[in-house]
């Protein structure tokens, strides 16, 4: 039993060996053993997998950050209520405040005259424009 664990145990410690090598025409190779020239081949160090107590961690932030996104989100949709709400009873003060004011006369003005390339303007009532030329 002990020569068979002396015998499994260079197998288990190659598996976790990565070497990078390049031929040359450029061509970069990954692979588990080094190429026949060792010259060309470079062993990568490889990060060992996180623990099961890090996953765990990662898993408790992540449920904790879903429930502040849920959190954020109710907060969100209660103020836009909120501003809803008070832009409702601006409409409605405003609506009222309209019924209650006299409505302004109307300024009366001369007839309109169009100028091609300068607009419309208006010339005050009774302004000195014999229409009635023959």
Do not use: W
Not at 17 to 36: L, M, R, W
Not at 63 to 71: A, E, G, P, R, V
Request: charged content about 30%; hydrophobic content about 30%; cysteine-free.
């Amino acid at each position: 039993m002990l020569l068979t664990a002396s015998l499994l145990l260079p197998i288990v410690g190659t598996a976790d060996a990565v070497f990078k090598s390049v031929d040359k025409d450029g061509k970069i190779t990954y692979s588990s053993s080094p190429t026949e020239d060792h010259q060309q081949s470079v062993k990568v160090n490889i990060q060992p997998p996180p623990s099961d107590e890090a996953v765990k961690a990662a898993q408790e932030r992540h449920q904790q950050n879903l429930k502040t996104d849920k959190m954020l989100d109710e907060s969100r949709k209660h103020r836009a209520q909120e501003v809803a709400e008070k832009n409702r009873l601006r409409r409605e003060k405003k609506k009222k405040a309209e019924i209650h004011q006299k409505p302004e006369k109307p300024k009366e003005q001369g007839p309109y005259y169009g100028i091609p390339g300068h607009g419309i303007i208006v010339l005050p009532k009774g302004a000195g424009i014999n229409r009635n030329r023959n």
